[in-house]
Structure formats: C-alpha cells, structure tokens
C-alpha cells in the first residue's frame, strides 16, 4: 500500500503508517491527513474512467458512490471495505430555490445527501472510518454527536457486526429524529451533563484512555470518505466544475474534506480549475466567522494565527458563551477541523458567513417546497448563498451548488413548528432562539366534517 497518514503541520510533517489508530500527531499534536505516493498508484487519466464503474455495480464497492471512487481514496485493500450502499445521493438543479437564492435560470444546484442509509453525509466517511477499523480489529467503536454522526456509526456497526459502539451526546441538544437512530441501531448512548464540545472533549478522553476507536471527524479517514461528495457532484455535472460549492459549518469536516478533493485533482491534472468555497455558520454557533471573517485568521501556509484563534477560545470560556442555534447538527463552539477547514478556505479562494435561525429555517421551508425535504443545519448553505447573492459575491450566472447534508426527518419537530400555526408551539420551539416570523408556512387549513365545506375551502 501507498498510502500513510502525515501530520499538517509544515514544521513538522511526521509520517505514520496507515495501520497506526491516532486522531492527532504524537509529535506535535496536529491534525493527520491521510497522504498518497500518487506517482506510485495507478491514477485514472480522465474522471470519466470511473462512468465504466456502473456497469459493474452488482460488485457492491462499485454501486457505492464512495468505493466506486476509491482510486482517489487507496489506503484499503477491496476485501477490508465496509459499505452498505452509500452515496446513492443526486444532484438536482432547482429552479424555485434557484430564484429564491436570486440566481438566474438553471444555475442553483442542491446537492441532497439526505438519501444517504442513515438520512446524511455522514455515512460517506462512516463507511472509510469503518472500513479502517476493520483493518485494525477495533473491537469498540465510539463518538461524540449532536445526532447524525451517532446514527451513522451505528448503522454501520449493527450492519456489519464488526464492533460495540458507544456514542456521548450531550444534554437535551440532539433532535429526537436522531437520537433515535443510535438508540434502535443499538449503539450504547451516554448523555453527557454538557454541550457537543464537552462531549468531544470527554469521548476522545475515554478513547484514549480505554483503546476505542474514534469515529468523530477528527479521524482523518473520515474526511477521505467525505471526499466523495465532490466527485459525484462533478460526475453529475458531466464532470464540469461549478463556480461555488456552499456548505454548512459546524466540526467544518466536510469543507476540509472538500477542500482536500479538489486539491488532489488539480494537483493530479483531472481538473484545471478549482470552484470557490462558502463555508456557512450559524449566528449562534460562528467560531469560524468570528475568526476568519472578523479576526482575519488564514491558513498562511499552515502557520495560522494560533495566538488569536487560543485567545478566542479563552474569552469563550471566560464568557461561558455556548453555542445555541435550532440547527443542532452544526451547533458546535469548538470545530476540530479549523485549521483544515482553513487550508480549504485558501485552496478554494474561500469566504465564510453567518446566518441567523430566522434566515435558515426560511430557506428551508424553500428547499422543501422546492422538493428536498432537509434539516435545519441544510437550510444554512441556501441561506448563505442568497446572502452571497445579495452582496454581490455570487453573480447571478455563476453554477452554485448547495449541499443539503441531512434528511427532513432527522429534526421533525422544527419543521412542524414552522408550518403549524400552532402560535403556543411556535412560541416554545422557534421564538426562543430569535425566530420571529414564518414567512413561507404551509399551515394545516381546518375543516368542517362535511363535504361541501371541503369543496368551498378548496375553491378558494
């Protein structure tokens, strides 16, 4: 194998063999990539070499849309891969969102990753982080989540009967959607008396601590399954690249992911451009904003600004600011992936905003009447480009992709409340966290038992 892991940091650069379970560097203790003697591997000449692939998808490592890719992802041998049938995800030009957003016809694309097995994208690095505890004999698997990652690891590990997982959630910040997902796939579920943050902290403690496996997105073979994302999202473009690829921003896994994919294919000639990057926090959750757009930290070569990004974090803790933000897949105060969600940023000429609850619970209600049931944390890239558009950063002839990362049915509960007209559920779900209006409601009409009612609400 040509594959290893290496350290990011550009004075140090330690390298690891691929068998090795680490989430950081020994040496210094900065984030691992997984790396690749490319000039060693058979790379594909063109990215239409891999279009071959679906007339051999009876082969299940072909019909899944991460492993029929795995050319760009090699650091497994076929017979250690773990799939379900992941990645059988569409691209879909939009129109109705597409002038929602403000661009102009045939421009606005969602990426929908909600047909993932578990409802999200996060089964695309489940299955390579599986896959890699298989090649170690993990024997106990585990994660911190505020619901999605949960249910991915869990579905993977009552599927293939490969380890135990135990999955930290923290306390009363996981949608029920969700939660029940980890609980009917067997996983054993700590609540946490904390947020996300804690429980991270506290899972990758008990990992280390007890030699279980980590399967949050700070595992670096997470992100190469993430990867993926992006080469379907090209497949289905007829392997053009678009102008924009905007994504919600919570542990910012899936922006470093992206961003790793595409400079792997510039730098192995299968593209000859690279699209830019939106990365779109939440108002309550906007570490990411807070330091790049306001605090001017850059990835500068790997050097960041570690001084400002440690004071931050500080006046965070001195403040006992939480996150809070109804869009609970990214409501995360501390994201792991910063400093390679920063080097995705400088690759793809990227910008961050933030977005209100108020802006991205409209969008979504725009993306489910526009066909796409999503959760609430997908709403934020829709939200974000129409506020791109807005400024002026996006033009409206620009290709933009959004990509919705979840399932309408992982947060149920907000979506009634949008739609309801229920002002006393409205009031105790919404209002609280600065919603103020439902703008784009598609409220229940209530009718009298009695056909000729019917007809008279219908003529309406």
């Known amino acids: 194998m040509y594959a290893f892991q290496r350290c990011i940091a550009p004075l140090c650069r330690a390298t690891f063999d691929v068998t090795e379970v680490m989430t950081s560097c020994p040496d210094c203790g900065s984030l691992l990539d997984i790396d690749y003697e490319w000039d060693k591997l058979p790379v594909p000449k063109s990215l239409r070499e891999f ?39 569409i691209l879909q030009q939009n129109q109705p969102v597409g002038k929602y957003v403000g661009m102009n016809p045939g421009k606005l694309y969602l990426q929908y990753e909600g047909l993932n097995p578990s409802g999200s994208f996060k089964d695309n690095g489940m299955t390579a982080a599986s896959t890699h505890a298989r090649m170690v004999g993990a024997k106990m698997a585990a994660c ?4 999605n990652t949960s249910a991915s690891l869990a579905i993977y590990a009552s599927t293939a009967q490969l380890f135990r997982v135990v999955v930290f959630v ?17 996983a054993r579920t700590l609540q946490i008396l904390g947020d996300f943050d804690d429980a991270l902290e506290r899972v990758r403690e008990v990992a280390g601590e007890r030699g279980i496996y980590l399967c949050n997105s700070v595992n670096p073979f997470r992100l190469e399954g993430q990867k993926t994302i992006m080469y379907r999202i090209l497949e289905s473009l007829n392997w053009q690249v678009p102008d924009w690829i905007v994504v919600p921003g919570g542990n910012l896994g899936n ?28 108002a309550g959750a906007n570490t990411l904003y807070q330091l790049y757009e306001q605090r001017g930290v850059r990835w500068d070569g790997g050097m960041s600004d570690d001084g400002t990004v440690n004071q931050f974090f500080a006046d965070m803790d001195h403040d006992q600011r939480k996150a809070s933000t109804l869009a609970s897949a990214i409501e995360i105060n501390r994201p792991v992936n910063l400093k390679k969600c920063l080097r995705a940023l400088d690759a793809c000429d990227g910008v961050v905003r933030q977005v209100t609850d108020q802006q991205i619970l409209d969008a979504k209600a725009q993306v489910g009447a526009g066909g796409f049931g999503c959760e ?85």
């Not at 923290?170 to 067997?186: F, M, P, T, V």
């Open 51 to 89: 279009e071959a692939r679906w007339s051999n998808r009876h082969n299940p490592l072909d019909y899944s849309g991460v492993w029929r890719f795995r050319d760009l992802l090699p650091f497994a041998a076929d017979k250690d891969i773990v799939t379900i049938g992941e990645g059988q995800t």
């Open 144 to 147: 911190a989540s505020t619901g």
């Open 170 to 186: 923290g306390s009363g910040k996981i949608a029920y959607g969700k939660l029940s997902q980890a609980l009917d796939y067997d």
């Open 255 to 282: 922006s470093s992911a992206f961003g790793k994919a595409f400079i792997e294919l510039k730098m192995l000639g299968l593209i000859d451009r690279i699209p830019r990057l939106a990365v779109i926090n939440a």
């Open 376 to 460: 609430p944390a997908s709403g934020a890239s829709v939200a974000g480009a129409k506020l791109l558009r807005a400024e002026g950063v996006i033009a409206p002839s620009d290709r933009v992709v959004c990509v919705l990362t979840g399932h309408q049915l992982k947060d149920p509960d907000i979506t009634v409340a949008y739609h309801s007209g229920n002002k006393s559920l409205f009031d105790e779900k919404l209002r609280p966290l600065g919603v103020e209006s439902a703008e784009f409601a598609n409220s229940p009409i209530v009718v009298e038992n009695n056909l000729q009612k019917i007809i008279e609400v219908l003529s309406r």
